[in-house]
């Protein structure tokens, strides 16, 4: 049965997108979202949004991940460096190909949907989100058959699952 809809906040007059709860280890959660140039964080005490010091490129929509190892979450829109945020503070990882697909899995961060290399997934350095070098021990980049790009990444019961607009890989 439709339970209908609730007002969740102020009413807004620009179009809002990219919403994501985070939350971190110790059972805190954070509500964003993306609305014009700002990231914004949902305030449960006074029921409104309020903008954050992260600006971004207007309009462009936002995949998340959360790396529950070190309770930060990522963030990219293809166009902006990726960034990362605590609940507190936002850093810059300019190492992270600039993708719109993003994954974790084996201690690996799994970036893929980058404008220039659509057919590419690109992997860090295990345990180090911030090391794309291509090397045996380090990062790298794989590119499944097919001249289809890659539309989503899932870490699927101990599978790297690639989603390419005619077929799908582990």
């Known amino acids: 049965k439709d339970t209908g809809f609730f007002l969740f906040g102020a ?6 997108h990219s919403m994501y709860n985070y939350e971190k280890k110790n059972g805190t959660n954070y509500l964003i979202r993306a ?20 600006t971004i490129t207007a309009d462009k929509r936002f995949c998340y991940v959360t790396d529950s190892a070190n309770d930060v979450m990522y963030a990219s829109n293809g166009t902006d460096t990726v960034w990362k945020w605590d609940g507190t ?3 810059d990882v ?3 190909p600039k993708g719109v697909i993003m994954e974790i899995f084996e201690q690996r961060l ?10 590419t997934v690109y992997y860090s ?31 699927y019961y101990g599978f790297l699952v690639v989603f390419k607009e005619r077929s799908i890989w582990k």
């Open 11 to 16: 009413t807004e007059t620009s179009q809002m």
């Open 35 to 54: 609305l014009g140039t700002h990231i914004q964080l949902f305030n449960t005490g006074t029921g409104l949004w309020a903008d954050t010091t992260k």
């Open 89 to 91: 503070t936002f850093t």
């Open 94 to 96: 300019a190492a992270v």
């Open 110 to 119: 799994y970036a893929s949907g980058v404008t220039a290399e659509p057919l």
């Open 125 to 155: 350095k295990p345990a180090d989100f911030s090391n794309f070098t291509v090397s045996a021990t380090e990062g790298g980049i794989f590119k499944p058959l097919g001249s289809d790009k890659v539309t989503q990444l899932k870490n």
